[in-house]
């Protein structure tokens, strides 16, 4: 008996290690735009909220950049005007749902079709 016992110690022992070394799922996402030049940036799955938010930043590559959406182990899309100048953005549980919450918001109060620039979801 004493033998099962520390078998069992020692391969409770080793999961633990093991689990502990297993990176966590990435949830966190983010989608910049900026206003004047219509650039968007976008990330997903990235380990904190910080890092996606620093991504997305980047991506979209001019200085007045703002974040209009940060999904947390949801979907999100962006949809906007063909010259970028109106957006709407949103986020929910399904790519489906989020594409089509992005466009009804595009389309208030904008001049033009709107058109869904990008969507995905975080893990």
Known sequence: ????????????????????????????????????????????NEATAQKAAEVARSECGASGCKLVVRPTNLCAALATTADGKFVGAAARKTKDEARLAALANCQKGKAGDCIVRVSDCNK
């Open 1 to 44: 008996m004493r033998h099962a016992t520390s078998s069992t110690a020692a391969m409770l022992a080793l999961a633990s290690i093991l689990l502990s070394t297993t990176p966590a799922l990435a949830g966190y996402g983010a989608i910049a735009w900026d206003h004047d030049t219509g650039k968007r940036g976008w990330s997903w």
